[in-house]
């Protein structure tokens, strides 16, 4: 069966510090990835899916980047962390196409002070 | 005009009620629709999947879907105090690769 593991479960970060969150995949392969954010209260917000390594699509503009290092990893990455970037931040996979759901991990709070 | 919409709630109803919880969509073209259940402080879970019209019964779910309409239901039959979460709809186009997320709609389901 598949499995979706996230890590690390809550991190508190500095203003201005960097950020690296790995989300991996097991069971499957050449799944399609995804990182979503969801702010206190509020919905989710997608912020990267990669259908392949090296093909990741960015769907707002800020100051986090990902990358697909392998098939089955995902890394959600900053440089310089803004306060704003707090929240629940949540990686998914589903197999090709999306038609038949995602499966999320168990989500990093993130809490920027 | 946002892809979902979905009540933000807080829906409450009493033990064994039916809830009943709606979703609007804006894409004509949209052919999968998901619910998912997102307990607080947890991350959401498929609870159903519908692509055709019609009803879809699992357990204590039913899905409706209504493409002319452009809406999907989630009905909760007996509701259970442990189905109280945030209910999110999700809906997509075939092949798509990606789903337009509403924002949820809290279920309070009082003992």
């Known amino acids: 069966s598949q499995t979706i593991h996230q890590w690390p479960a809550t991190l508190v970060q500095p203003v201005g510090s960097p950020l690296s969150l790995e989300c991996t995949v097991e069971g499957t392969s050449n799944p399609n990835l995804y990182w979503y954010r969801q702010a206190a209260g509020r919905g989710l917000q997608l912020l990267f899916y990669?259908?392949?390594?090296?093909?990741i699509s960015s769907e707002v503009p800020q100051n986090l980047s990902a990358s697909r290092p392998q098939d089955r990893q995902f890394i959600l990455s900053s440089k310089k962390l803004l306060l704003s970037d707090s929240g629940f931040y949540l990686c998914?996979?589903?197999?090709?196409?999306?038609?038949?759901?995602?499966?999320f991990g168990s989500g990093t709070r993130l809490t920027v002070v | 005009q946002k892809e979902v919409e979905q009540n933000s709630g807080p829906l409450s109803v009493p033990e064994g009620a039916i809830a009943s919880l709606n979703c609007t969509y804006s894409?004509?073209?949209?052919?999968?629709f998901f619910w998912y259940r997102q307990y607080s402080g947890k991350s959401p879970e498929l609870i159903m999947s519908i692509y055709s019209n019609g009803d879809k019964e699992d357990g204590r779910f039913t899905a409706q879907l209504n493409k002319a309409s452009q809406y999907v239901s989630l009905l909760i039959r007996d509701s259970q105090p442990s189905d109280s979460a945030t209910y999110l709809c999700a809906v997509s186009r075939w092949n798509f690769n990606k789903f337009y997320f509403g924002s949820g709609t809290k279920l309070n389901v009082k003992p």
């Open positions: 894409d004509r073209g949209s052919q999968s």
């Open positions: 998914a996979w589903s197999v090709q196409s999306a038609n038949y759901g995602y499966t």
């Open positions: 990669s259908i392949g390594i090296d093909q």
